[in-house]
């Protein structure tokens, strides 16, 4: 399994980004695909999640700060995940990653629901 992210940058505050995970070689049982950040000297934490399976838009996760703001879709003919991010906030500067594994409901917000990781995009929010 292998993930690509793209589509990070530097952005104003306010402003809107929308980030792009490719997948390739993807498990089929229970697969998921995770975004997560790291900002500088913090940990990384969960952003939002997405089930590769369930209908046309898939079973969405996200974090609870960030509902509202960021949007998780997936695109079955192109293997991708994006993240749509809104109302960017200088907090929000941090590199973002996407995962790929097979997490259980209790797992999907956590690195260790992830078995494959990409090798990040910076995303700057600054004016």
């Known amino acids: 399994v292998q993930l690509v992210e793209s589509g990070g940058g530097l952005v104003q505050p306010g402003g809107s980004l929308r980030l792009s995970c490719a997948v390739s070689?993807?498990?089929?049982?229970?697969?998921?695909v995770g975004w997560f950040r790291q900002a500088p000297g913090k940990e990384r934490e969960f952003v939002s999640a997405?089930?590769?399976?369930?209908?046309?838009?898939?079973?969405?996760y996200y974090a609870d700060s960030l509902k509202g703001r960021f949007t998780i879709s997936r695109d079955k003919a192109k293997n991708s995940v994006y993240l749509q991010m809104t109302s960017l906030k200088p907090e929000d500067t941090a590199v973002y990653y996407c995962?790929?594994?097979?997490?259980?409901?209790?797992?999907?917000?956590?690195?260790?629901?992830?078995?494959?990781w990409g090798q990040g995009t910076q995303v700057t929010v600054s004016s």
């Open positions: 997405i089930r590769w399976s369930g209908g046309s838009t898939g079973n969405t």
């Open positions: 070689g993807f498990l089929l049982d229970r697969p998921a």
């Open positions: 995962a790929g594994g097979r997490p259980i409901l209790s797992t999907i917000r956590t690195e260790g629901g992830y078995t494959n």
